[in-house]
């Protein structure tokens, strides 16, 4: 099973909240987007697991256990990747998150070979 991290808030930033409130966009989607995606994973037989990030955006963390990333839309400039591989992270734009257009996602995941 390969597990892609849904990540919600952006990284920490000295001087910012520790714990931020994951409210991108004005929006409380992340449940129902890793819920949704689960159901259309197993839908496919996919091998992928969906799981929603609990390190506060930590990409040390959060490398150690993914082997995709899926990020909110908001976070493409504000969400810290460091070294972790760029062809393994996908951004959501607003529009295919509020409807949970999960077409490109789904590509996405299953181009990613194991």
Avoid at 34 to 59: F, M, P, Y
Wanted: with cysteine; aromatic share 10%.
């Amino acid at each position: 099973m390969s597990t892609a991290i849904v990540v919600y808030q952006s990284t920490p930033m000295l001087g910012k909240n520790k714990f931020p409130n994951g409210n991108i966009l004005g929006m409380f989607k992340q449940n129902k987007l890793v819920t949704t995606l689960n159901r259309a994973l197993e839908k496919e037989g996919s091998h992928w697991l969906a799981v929603l990030d609990n390190s506060i955006a930590d990409i040390d963390v959060i490398a150690q256990k993914a082997d995709a990333i899926i990020c909110v839309p908001g976070l493409q400039k504000q969400f810290d990747i460091k070294n972790y591989p760029k062809e393994k992270v996908f951004y959501f734009d607003s529009l295919r998150y509020h409807e949970l257009n999960l077409d490109k996602v789904l590509k996405f995941l299953e181009s990613i070979e194991q």
